[in-house]
């Protein structure tokens, strides 16, 4: 109903009066003991109560309509539906072949996509709104059961014409000195980047002179020449660019763990199962040594 914002087109949609649905909701509240919509002459909004409730009450539709279509055997005709919480990373540039070759098997099974931060995506797993997510930083958090899948290392992105560009591999001391573009402290990447590099326990002093909230940000700052950029390889170009180099970061060599999340004790439904086991050996089969 909070899609339409309206008791009337809810209604509608579900093939009820809005006095019926009005009744429904009414003795659903009183089921839960707390108002759960906040109703007035303009507008249909949920309530604090509301809002925390929304997502795991999607969550638990979703898994009946999908026990329901699996009992019938409808196979690719049902319209199923997985939902994920994935980095933007791993969303643009792995996601889609690998979504594609499920749908190719499994025709007809919806998506929904939340490409998150990875601190938001945690959340959207933890608090059900997704069945699983793809992060880098769930081994953090007790709550959640972290598969790590792939290493992906951090590496200098800069211009072709420039200086640093010139060989294929670089210490982290050379970058001192340099202007650098990085992401938020408050980010994940940031935190594993920040960890890493303390615990090689070297002294650097790095010039973080401009901050973004978004990786591709970075790279539109690096084409313009304005510095050069750190962020994981899975964010740079994955093929040639005219403009923007990649080198290789060394001493320490620093990666991020990718992997799946999940909330622990949670059930997948089976089209999750499916797609989960799929992603799994497509990630393998693509990053193999």
Not at 6 to 26: D, M, T, V
Not at 54 to 59: D, G
Not at 67 to 80: E, F, Q, T, Y
Not at 187 to 193: P, T, Y
Request: aromatic residues 6%; neutral net charge; contains cysteine.
């Amino acid at each position: 109903m909070l899609e339409f914002s309206s008791f009337n087109e809810a209604a509608k949609h579900l093939n009820l009066s809005a006095p019926a649905l009005s009744r429904r909701i009414k003795a659903f509240e009183e089921a839960v003991g707390a108002q759960l919509i906040e109703r007035t002459t303009r507008r249909v909004a949920p309530t604090p109560i509301g809002r925390e409730l929304m997502p795991l009450v999607r969550r638990l539709v979703d898994e009946f309509e999908e026990s329901i279509l699996s009992i019938s055997d409808l196979g690719g005709r049902h319209r199923a539906q997985v939902t994920l919480a994935s980095l933007p990373t791993a969303a643009f540039y792995f996601l889609p072949r690998v979504i594609e070759a499920f749908n190719t098997r499994y025709p007809g099974i919806r998506f929904r996509i939340m490409d998150l931060s990875a601190n938001e995506g945690l959340d959207a797993v933890a608090n059900g709104e997704v069945e699983f997510g793809i992060n880098i930083i769930g081994a953090l958090r007790d709550d959640l059961k972290f598969t790590p899948l792939m290493e992906d290392p951090f590496v200098l992105a800069c211009r072709r014409d420039h200086p640093l560009a010139a060989t294929s591999s670089l210490p982290w001391s050379a970058l001192q000195g340099h202007p650098l573009i990085g992401v938020s402290n408050k980010s994940g990447n940031r935190a594993v980047l920040d960890r890493a590099l303390t615990m090689a326990d070297q002294q650097l002093d790095l010039n973080w002179f401009y901050e973004v909230n978004h990786l591709s940000t970075s790279l539109g700052l690096v084409e313009t020449g304005l510095g050069v950029s750190v962020l994981p390889r899975l964010a740079t170009p994955q093929r040639e660019h005219p403009l923007i180099a990649t080198v290789k970061l060394v001493d320490p060599v620093v990666t991020r763990s990718i992997g799946l999340v999940e909330r622990r004790g949670a059930r997948l439904s089976p089209s999750a199962i499916r797609f989960r086991e799929m992603l799994v050996n497509e990630w393998h089969g693509s990053h193999e040594p």
